[in-house]
């Protein structure tokens, strides 16, 4: 079954596929080999037969009979010569008959019949000037022999690479095995609810790794969410669990001792106040997961910073004036663009002002400036500050520090702002010590030429 599975696995098959190629390209590569050698031989061979040829007819009757004679006995696989007569009888040399069909001063492959079978002989027939023949031969046996070396040699040799190909095939294709069942059972833990199991990275292919990285950041991103579903559960539990109490109490309180309009009417309107917060609070929520929805940003525009800070500005002075705070802000000559949704951004910059503003004595400053390169905003004031153990939680939603629970709100401004941030890829900075607290919202290079989002209504004063 297991081998099944790994005949089934892409690094098998791939394997497979390239001992395929591999081999075919050395098949043909051992059949030129082949050729080629047989053709050298053959070429060669024929031509010692004329050289030979040629050396004879340039000797002596008697030397030449004297050559002959000494090849006579020739051993098999020699190079036998045999002198025949005008009358194509056979006369000294090797025991070879005439050839009748050699054509003359040309070579050609002659057969001969031997005890041990036919054998195959490079000849050459040449006339002499006395109207004898003789005849050249070299045997092609040691030409076979090569031949037959070279057919076993490329035969052992594919047989070889089949093998080692198809035990590197079932290793591939083990190790892809091996890969995939790692991955399956990290997948399992993750289906069984275990949101912090990771694909393996280590011990994977190179294609593979890229993948299982960007699944682990997506499932690292749902992990996330996940924890801030929980968190933002239990925090609504907690956080809408006293003003409920007290709609209760004030309601049982009027059926118990209001006897008049009025007592019914300061009662409702107690239990009025403690509801309309609850819906403020469930606003703000809904507000925030429409924000982390990608799909808004189909109907992002070019939005003027320097005109919405003069907005949030111009919207925030009263009430800077009513509580003794200088809102400085100096209005540059040129317009400053980006790309986003000018409701959303207004709405962070007014989170901003409004937190800043809440968190700064009277007498004290509140700065709001622009940035240009890259483009951005700053918001600083003199206020508290943020502890440097908060800095890290105060974005997160319901999280309030310590030093702002005897101010009014629920703890979700600086996390609506984290979202806008988020949705228009720009970031989000908090720096805080006891003297204040500067908060920058900077837009990324790519930000500012990137994609475009659905526009979210403005957020109502």
Known sequence: MRLLEVRRTSGFRVACLFFATFG????????????????????????WVGWESKHLLSLAPRALRERIDASEDFAEGGRPLVLFGPD????????????????????????????????????????LPGGEYVLVSRSAKDLEALEKALVETFVWGMAATVVIGLIGAVIFGAGSLRQNDAITRAVERIMRGDLSERLPTRGVSADLAHLTGVVNDMLG???????????????????????????????????????????????????????????????????????????????????DLARLLEDAVEYYEPLALERQIRLRWERPEEPCTVEGDRSLIFEAVSNLIDNALKFTPA??????????????????????????????????????????TGKSGFGIGLSLVDSIARLHSAAFDIASDAGGTQVTLVWRPAATSAGHLASIPAPTA
């Open 24 to 47: 075919t390209a050395s098949l043909a590569l051992s059949g030129f080999l082949y050729l080629d050698t047989r053709s050298y031989g053959r070429r060669a061979a024929f031509e």
């Open 88 to 127: 194509h009888a056979h006369r000294a040399g090797a025991p070879i008959p005439f050839p009748d069909q050699a054509p003359v001063g040309h070579p050609f492959i002659l057969t001969q019949q031997t005890d041990q079978g036919p054998r195959t002989l490079f000849s050459e027939l040449t006339r």
């Open 221 to 303: 991103q749902l992990e996330r969410l996940m924890l801030e579903i929980k968190g933002v559960n239990e925090n609504i539990a907690h956080d809408l669990r006293t003003p409920l109490t007290r709609v209760v109490g004030t309601l049982e309180r009027s059926l118990r001792k209001a006897n008049s309009v009025e007592a019914f009417r300061a009662c409702n309107e107690d239990a009025l106040a403690e509801v309309k917060s609850i819906v403020v609070r469930f606003s703000a929520l809904l507000r925030i997961s429409e924000m982390e929805d990608r799909l808004r940003r189909s109907g992002f525009t070019q939005v």
């Open 363 to 404: 007498g004290g400053e509140v700065e709001v400036a622009l940035r240009r390169d890259p483009p951005g905003i700053r918001v600083t004031d003199t206020g508290c500050g943020i502890p440097a153990n908060e800095l890290g939680e105060v974005r997160e939603r319901y999280r309030r520090g310590a030093l702002k």
